[in-house]
């Protein structure tokens, strides 16, 4: 029986630590939402806004929380907001580890008061809340109850159905788009468009397109996109932007949804791939039978279709955010896309270790592009048609960002040909997420005239073993014939640490190369 003085109070930096956990997949991010800035935190953790800037201050001290000044997505302005260290992060833990125990009062289903762990209410009320909002409903509200509307729709279970096929395909159609995105003019590109276009006019199954952050991969995929709709307006396409938080799982569902797969009466299921599904919580997707009747219902040589289009094309975008977890997903993606008319156009900051080179080389299964910086050429033509105030030196801007098109979007905006922004963007996104080891590496790069052989390199970072993968795969370090380089918009940033710990990696290379 459950205690009838049960009480909550949850500390005001438990509340801000669990919160910006809650938040962690945007640590880092140049562009977040609301729920980064004073006002967001103020609303999610009941508190005061004066009161959330002197809490900062003091996690600040503890070195728990950075602060920065971001883009909030929807705000022309930028914001102030704040993310855990890694400090932080191992602090936030500790105390969810504490909160998750934390007994809380709910009325279930049947009308009967129970006292139950905080992690378990959101299951026993049927609803998506945080472990946080769990917390902050029974602080303040004594009691949380079964089908408060607040809590989210309650879904009545319905035997009859395929066990968890209902939930799963549950708001699938808000995953994925069925056209490009709205993004920026492309300038220049044109040899990487006529690419875009050889592969979808060939047999070969699937493209990638891979860049470091920001150098307009989205926005070539979409433009691309948005003109051969223009011309196939026929075409069926599913483009999904994969998210720090999605999961395989989660693709494989929207997948199936696009195609009009699903429990309800007016979809479609001939094939009965949606056994392929979970049936049970911790139950796996079984990846085999999903990839062999996904073949099967795209070529329905049984003829259980009708009207169907010829051709799916599903592009997922930053895939990276999926990871290692994705690979197997993706490997019988690119299966289903060489036995059907399905294409797949994947998009990231990576490279992507599923599949071999001997499947771009030889087997003909996968088209690579490494999107790199704009020409000066093109770079020159884009600041022609640009309405300037001063004369702004294109060989200067292709100099210090390696053609990188934002940087040229900054100058569009504040007619600056290095606006700090562009500084902030390098740091924010590319070089503070990094390994403080890794970092180091690349800057002792920047500072060489020349490729260093990776011996030297490796002597000079006191680091063992082969070049690193990550810093390869992300195209930040990249291993030419005469040895290791960088990204010359990198090597511009890192330039700018002039003084004692310029002199000093110089120091480290000339030694390490004698």
């Not at 902050?136 to 395929?162: C, W, Y």
Request: net charge negative.
């Amino acid at each position: 029986m459950a205690r009838s003085d049960s009480r909550v109070n949850v500390p005001v930096a438990d509340r801000i630590l669990l919160h910006l956990w809650e938040q962690d997949h945007q640590a880092d991010h140049y562009l977040v939402t609301q729920e980064m800035t004073r006002p967001g935190i103020a609303e999610i953790c009941a508190l005061h806004p004066p009161n959330v800037s002197r809490s900062m201050r003091e996690l600040m001290s503890n070195g728990w929380v950075t602060e920065h000044s971001r883009s909030v997505r929807g705000d022309e302005r930028r914001q102030k907001t704040w993310q855990l260290t890694e400090e932080g992060r191992t602090e936030a833990r500790e105390r969810i580890a504490d909160l998750r125990s934390t007994q809380i009062l709910l009325r279930s289903r049947d009308g009967k008061l129970l006292e139950v762990r905080a992690d378990e209410a959101a299951a026993r009320l049927q609803t998506g809340l945080t472990l946080l909002q769990v917390l902050m409903h029974s602080q303040h509200e004594g009691v949380l109850n079964f089908g408060d509307i607040r809590f989210g729709a309650i879904v009545k279970p319905d035997d009859t159905s395929t066990p968890g096929s209902l939930s799963m395909l549950t708001g699938a159609h808000s995953t994925y788009h069925t056209r490009p995105p709205e993004t920026r003019t492309v300038h220049g590109r044109s040899a990487e468009k006529q690419g875009l276009d050889d592969w979808h006019a060939s047999d070969t199954p699937m493209f990638v397109l891979s860049g470091i952050a920001g150098c307009g991969k989205t926005t070539l995929a979409s433009y691309w996109l948005d003109g051969l709709l223009t011309d196939k307006p026929e075409l069926a396409v599913m483009y999904y932007p994969c998210q720090p938080w999605d999961s395989p799982l989660g693709i494989a569902t929207s997948l199936l949804h696009r195609l009009g797969i699903g429990p309800d009466d007016d979809s479609e299921d001939p094939y009965n791939i949606l056994e392929a599904l979970p049936l049970k919580p911790g139950a796996r997707l079984d990846l085999d039978l999903y990839r062999r009747r996904l073949i099967a219902h795209l070529l329905d040589e049984e003829g259980h279709r009708a009207g169907v289009s010829e051709e799916i094309l599903v592009i997922l975008d930053d895939v990276h955010n999926i990871g290692s977890d994705g690979a197997h997903l993706f490997g019988a993606l690119l299966q289903v896309a060489e036995a059907s008319p399905m294409r797949l156009l994947l998009v990231s900051r990576t490279n992507l270790a599923f599949y071999d080179r001997r499947d771009v080389h030889t087997r003909g299964r996968v088209a690579e592009l490494s999107l790199s910086g704009l020409s000066l050429e093109e770079i020159s033509a884009w600041i022609d048609s640009l309405d300037l105030p001063s004369e702004a030196p294109a060989e200067e801007i292709h100099r210090a960002t390696g053609g990188h098109p934002l940087a040229v979007e900054l100058l569009e905006l504040y007619g600056q040909t290095l606006h700090e922004d562009w500084l902030r963007f390098l740091d924010e996104e590319i070089l503070d997420v990094l390994p403080e080891d890794r970092r180091e590496m690349l800057a002792l790069l920047a500072v060489a005239e020349r490729p260093v052989p990776w011996a030297t390199l490796a002597a000079a970072a006191g680091t063992d073993g082969p070049p690193p993968a990550d810093l390869l795969e992300r195209g930040l370090m990249l291993e030419l014939a005469d040895g290791m380089w960088l990204h010359e918009a990198l090597r511009a940033r890192l330039l700018r640490e002039v003084g004692a710990p310029h002199d000093e990696r110089a120091r480290r290379l000339r030694e390490a190369a004698d």
